[in-house]
């Protein structure tokens, strides 16, 4: 005959593998919630960077760099005589000494 401390052992063992298999399946769930969570962050991360990357191309982009240039800051277009590159002034510097 069994005695009753083998099958108080077994009870409890069984209720442990019990609430350890309760524990498992809700790690498995939170793991998933989480998981689904930085998903959502992911997907809006491209989102933003998509926005972002088009704002860029935009902002690169000569003519719109011209028309905010013109419209909004008023500036005007240098005319070629009013440009000096620095070979030219080495150029005149030289010449004068």
Known sequence: MISKRFWLIMGCAYLLL?????????????????????????EGMNRKKDTLLASLLVAKNQNEVKAVAQNK?????????QVVTTYDTHVHTAQKS
């Open 18 to 42: 019990i609430f350890l298999k309760i524990f498992q399946h809700n790690q498995v769930v939170n793991l998933t919630y989480a998981k689904q969570k930085l998903q959502a962050y992911k």
């Open 73 to 81: 800051l008023n500036l005007i277009p240098l005319k070629h005589r």
